[in-house]
């Protein structure tokens, strides 16, 4: 039998420590947790497989633990807690490497899955998939072949690199600065992003206005369902 995989808690509230202890050892997660950033930065020391950060630190803005935990471990998946008012940390949080966020209040139902996804992530970001599937759309990496069912998509190149970034990260929420460095450069105008995501939408989604593949993170960004979630 393989080792449980071992979830790092950083979280200043004890309830909510408490919660997240007892909702992750009943799915067979090894829980750490740590009340502030002093603690987690030494338990960075057990190699955690997943780090679950509150934004909310008594002795540290979560922002610069943030960046610090990713010089420590690059690879190490993070789900960020925050709360709804605070967006634009959430979208900070996710420019410097954070995998997900989930806000506060949450359920645990919700915060698994979101720890599920961030982890079938990181395993997939080791080795290109070279076919991915949700739904009835496939995407052929290899020979560059997008499908809906059995109908082929024609997608224009820049369609189809944005589509290609939405899969290497499926399951990640992916800024829209983060779109735009990627495919556009820091410099070009934001709209690039939402014009190429409505037109991807429209040739992949059945009902682009309610889209079951492409899903918007409001104020943040987009992510790219995966299949579990359907």
Known sequence: ??????????????PIRKLLRMGLATQG???TDA?????????????PDLIILDLGLPDMQGLDLLSALRAKNESVPIVVLSS?????AKVHALDLGADDYVTKPFGINELLAR??????????????RPIFRVGDLSVDLVRRIVKVGDREV????????????FVQHAGKVLTHNLLLRELWGPSADSQYVRVYVRQLRQKIETHPESPEYILTETGVGYRLRIPDEL
């Open 29 to 31: 997660y090894q829980v």
């Open 35 to 47: 009340p502030n950033a002093k603690a987690a930065l030494e338990l960075m020391d057990t190699k």
């Open 154 to 165: 024609k997608l224009s190149p820049k369609e189809y690199d944005l589509l290609r970034l």
């Open 1 to 14: 039998m393989s080792a449980p995989l071992n979830v790092l808690v950083i979280d200043d509230e004890p």
């Open 84 to 88: 709804r008012a605070d967006e634009g």
């Open 115 to 128: 720890i599920r996804a961030a982890l079938r992530h990181q395993l997939q970001s080791h080795g290109e």
